[in-house]
């Protein structure tokens, strides 16, 4: 049958259809119209299949199933999910950060890690800010740490918004150091979120009671930050205080009996939940 069109666009239109499950081709034979009443293989990308964690199909077919239960009908059971992805994808067009103005230090550590990882654009709003700026956003996620996620995500069901929690890194590294610290060791802690700081100190204390004694300081309070590394044999930060944390060390040289020895927490997030993020806004995983 001659139809005018070329060789690749009727190719394309085949693979279409048979990824619509309109027909089927069968090696050797050729492409025949699908019987409706056939039950459908759902293939699944071979990057996906092979992790090996779950069996989709199954699990797209319970969701469907579950739908149809409910009362829904095919039709409707389509339009549900194309709208619950569509509204996610959209959602992932835009990113905020929010936690408390009190602790708007956890937002920027959480922006900081979240910005070289995910194509869109992040903001830090603090929470208190955070309804009047949905009033005028048509879409986005909010994200925020697992303290905050409660008033969070009540504020992003009423404005049609996503409401994520990001986990924390476990600070392995960092505890397994402060474990071997001897008894009457001075430990400073400097961190931009000063929620940061009082959970550490509750942990601190759990860990070691008052075999150590702890300072802690935001880096913008400069004369608490040089009065902690006048005292610490151990100082602790995150990466944003770090060249503060220098600067002062630098500058204040001659009034330090001794070096404190300086490590930098890497990492605020965990190692998965960036992951788990992109994800949630439609992105594929690294």
């Known amino acids: 049958m001659q139809t005018g069109l070329h060789r690749n666009t009727i190719s394309k239109v085949y693979r279409q259809l048979e990824t619509d499950g309109v027909v089927e081709a069968m090696a050797g034979s050729g492409i025949y119209v699908r019987d409706q009443q056939k039950p459908r293989e759902i293939r699944t990308p071979p990057h996906i299949r092979n992790r090996g964690v779950t069996d989709l199909d199954r699990e797209v077919r319970k969701c469907v199933?579950?739908?149809?239960?409910?009362?829904?009908?095919?039709?409707?059971?389509?339009?549900?999910l194309t709208r619950e992805i569509d509204w996610r994808l959209r959602c992932g067009a835009r990113v905020l950060v929010s936690t408390p103005r009190e602790d708007i230090g956890a937002s920027m550590l959480i922006a900081e890690e979240l910005e070289p990882n995910i194509n869109v654009p992040v903001e830090v709003v603090p929470m208190e800010e955070l309804e009047s700026v949905l009033e005028n956003a048509s879409n986005g996620t909010v994200v925020t740490s697992r303290y905050f996620l409660q008033p969070i995500e009540e504020l992003a069901k009423k404005h049609g918004v996503r409401a994520v929690a990001v986990d924390l890194n476990d600070f392995k590294a960092e505890l397994g150091m402060l474990k071997e610290l001897r008894q009457g060791s001075c430990v400073g802690l400097v961190s931009i979120s000063p929620g940061i700081l009082r959970a550490a100190e509750v942990i601190l204390h759990s860990m070691r009671g008052n075999d150590l004694l702890l300072m802690t300081a935001t880096p913008d309070i400069g004369s608490r930050l040089l009065a902690l590394l006048r005292a610490s044999s151990h100082v602790l930060c995150d990466r944003p205080s770090m060249p503060l944390v220098e600067q002062s060390l630098r500058q204040n040289r001659s009034q330090l009996m001794r070096m404190p020895q300086v490590h930098c927490a890497e990492s605020y997030l965990s190692s998965d939940t960036i992951d788990l993020l992109r994800k949630e806004i439609g992105l594929v995983s690294h």
């Open 65 to 80: 199933d579950g739908l149809l239960n409910a009362g829904c009908t095919l039709q409707q059971t389509r339009e549900l």
